[in-house]
């Protein structure tokens, strides 16, 4: 080998050892965002978002029977004066269904936002 070449191999290291850490401290960040975010229930980060970051009052909406079939969970708030009820269903087959139930009670939804 000659000078040069060996005088670039504790480059070559260098910028190996810094690869390496940089892809041990995204694996590190990854993992630690998948536990604190992974498996979070969709009630849960609802709730969190209505009451850290909307600062709204959040209680059961236990008064409502359709929004109490919603096998994802169910909450009451009250957003601008107006009473939310907030059904979380699981699927799209089910979130029709709550939808279908709103509508045999009240009518057509649509308009009246």
Request: glycine share 8%; net charge positive.
């Amino acid at each position: 080998m000659s000078a040069a070449a060996e005088s670039e191999w504790p480059y070559l290291r260098g910028a190996l050892v810094a690869l390496l850490v940089i892809v041990a401290v995204e694996l590190a960040g990854w993992l630690v965002y998948r536990s604190v975010h992974h498996g979070t229930p969709p009630y849960v980060l609802t709730v969190r978002c209505l009451t850290r970051e909307k600062h709204l009052e959040v209680r059961s909406a236990s008064d409502d029977p359709s929004a109490k079939s919603a096998r994802g969970g169910a909450l009451a708030t009250r957003v601008e004066g107006n009473g939310v009820h907030v059904a979380i269903a699981r699927s799209e087959s089910e979130a029709s269904r709550i939808a279908e139930s709103y509508r045999l009670v009240g009518g057509a939804l649509t308009g009246r936002l």
